[in-house]
């Protein structure tokens, strides 16, 4: 009854255990899928959210080691947060954006501008516990891609997605954050509309459109922390998440 | 091989005709799914591009019966630009957010923040048109959830999307301007992580997280302005795409 032209799927990865620093996720997540019985095939994309990436890597961090500034007291006392905590999203952050009623908006050292710099205490285990941004999250996907490649014989594009608020808008939405085998933007310059003229459209976000999909099948208290998805034709190539973020020379909104 | 437990399928409608200004946009998008033999079934998503909406309701304006002002021509002559076309966008627009190397970021009736008020040359048929928002997305959205509920007996909830840009990241993404039978944010207020403790992200915005989806499917230039989306579990509710808009009092990126 359901035709799959040109459709597309989005799989929810179960399974996975609570990932510890150390652990080598592509493998997890790969085991997990076959014992699903899903088998990723070529041109399949692996979307993987960056909070189970930063605890393998050990981007963990104990509040307790930490010790705030005279500046994140501050802040932290006027809006009854947790002094540590302020301290730590300002060693994560390289500019603040905004800084009022509680919320940091600031950009990461990656370039990404976000609230707290991606410091998040949820879904973490220890109760002084906050999870940190991958160092590197291209790198991080590049790592799971290569695992699955070894794994499967199947070239995975992956995405890491992050949570992030928007400018203008209610409610959140997944992005990409991290990148490997796929161009994140898909470019339209010089295309034309089924009229024949110009597109207004010229370059799609496609990374963190599917970021954005696979988050519809995760949820945020199921513990899916991966979803696969397939039939989507990506343009393959390096990429890097970087290429997501607006150059400050064009960006009106700094 | 594939299990479609918890999974989610993205399936673009094809076949569509050259919307014109009168047609029952419902009807057509339906008999366009009989016609590739999708049936649509009880908690379905119609994702649906404000493009052909807005034919459909005759927001297409022609541009020779535009007088500009003097603002207009004046932007516009700095900027290499149809004077007629940036006086629509002034038209349309009841704020003004960034105005700058030819860029118009304004705030629209509906409260949406969007480029040049979301008034769009590209896919539409004459030289000298252009094609404007719906005037009441969310109304334009609950026709056709009547239409399809007429149609096929099956209540299936309907989102008109269009392409907007982002402040700070680079490319489009798809997002909700209209919205029907469904709730647009999925609160989680209130509830635990895995761990048992608070969760960070309380909102998620699943009405844009929705249209970003289907954008995957849709592309550009392949006359696909729509997509059908089955497995996910929405909150049933009227929903408006107001809720998707922050209230001033708490932008802080006015």
């Known amino acids: 009854m359901v035709s799959d032209r040109g459709g597309l799927r989005l799989m929810p990865v179960v399974g996975l255990p609570e990932v510890?620093?150390?652990?080598?996720?592509?493998?997890?997540?790969?085991?997990?899928?076959?014992?699903?019985?899903?088998?990723?095939?070529?041109?399949?994309?692996?979307?993987?959210?960056?909070?189970?990436?930063?605890?393998?890597?050990?981007?963990?961090?104990?509040?307790?080691?930490?010790?705030?500034?005279?500046?994140?007291r501050r802040f932290a006392a006027q809006w009854d947060k947790d002094p540590r905590q302020v301290e730590v999203v300002l060693r994560e952050s390289v500019r603040i954006v905004r800084m009022d009623r509680g919320i940091i908006i600031s950009e990461t050292k990656h370039g990404l501008i976000c609230a707290n710099a991606g410091v998040d205490r949820s879904n973490v285990a220890g109760s002084d516990q906050v999870c940190l941004l991958p160092q590197d999250p291209d790198a991080s996907a590049r790592r799971i891609a290569d695992t699955f490649r070894m794994l499967s014989g199947c070239v995975v594009p992956v995405v890491i997605s992050d949570t992030f608020g928007r400018a203008w808008r209610e409610g959140l939405t997944n992005v990409a954050i991290g990148v490997a085998g796929i161009r994140p933007i898909r470019s339209y310059i010089g295309m034309l509309d089924t009229q024949g003229r110009p597109l207004r459209v010229t370059a799609l976000a496609i990374a963190d459109e599917l970021a954005a999909a696979a988050e519809l099948v995760m949820g945020k208290v199921d513990r899916v922390p991966a979803a696969l998805v397939r039939g989507y034709e990506a343009e393959v190539g390096e990429g890097s998440a970087r290429e997501l973020i607006r150059l400050p020379v064009l960006d009106m909104f700094r």
Do not use: C, N, W
């Open 20 to 72: 510890q620093a150390g652990d080598d996720l592509g493998r997890l997540i790969y085991v997990a899928l076959l014992a699903s019985d899903l088998h990723p095939v070529e041109s399949d994309i692996l979307v993987v959210t960056h909070k189970i990436v930063a605890k393998a890597e050990g981007r963990v961090m104990d509040l307790s080691t930490v010790e705030p500034s005279e500046f994140s």
